[in-house]
């Protein structure tokens, strides 16, 4: 299993996360964004999430998130949390971790019905994006239940 934590922003330096089949673990500081990538050779569907107390409200159009092949925005343990589905792994880093990064810098996400939602962290864990409310230890209370 291969563990990065990772914290930038778009003005941040130009490095790329590494994403080695070891067990080492990366960081860096700055208070803009917060991921953790975790390679653990899982692909989830949202039944898994079900599975463990994830309560999913609304499906997304795909349209906007290429190479997803599903995604949801719900809840757990009173927290928000969309969940971006890719096939794989490399297809979650190569489709989907731009996309976070973006969003979790860009702040407050408007969702109809909704009142705007602030995501602060994303992790990515086998073949899921996940954006997660308030901080990294959102993203990483789903994925403990996950394991």
Known sequence: MSLLIACGS???????????????????SNEATASTI????GVYTIDDFKTVGYKNVT???????????DAWYGFYSQKDYE???YDSHQAALDHGLEPAEITVGKGAVGYSKRPPLRFD???????VVML???????CEALIAELN
């Open 132 to 138: 997660c409310e308030l901080s990294i230890e959102s």
């Open 83 to 85: 969940l971006r589905f």
């Open 59 to 69: 499906q997304f159009d795909l349209e906007t998130l290429p190479g997803a092949n």
């Open 121 to 127: 962290a994303f992790a990515i864990v086998g073949n």
């Open 38 to 41: 975790v390679d653990n050779g």
């Open 10 to 28: 778009e003005a941040a330096s130009t490095d790329e996360p590494s994403n080695s089949n070891d067990s080492s673990v990366s960081a860096e």
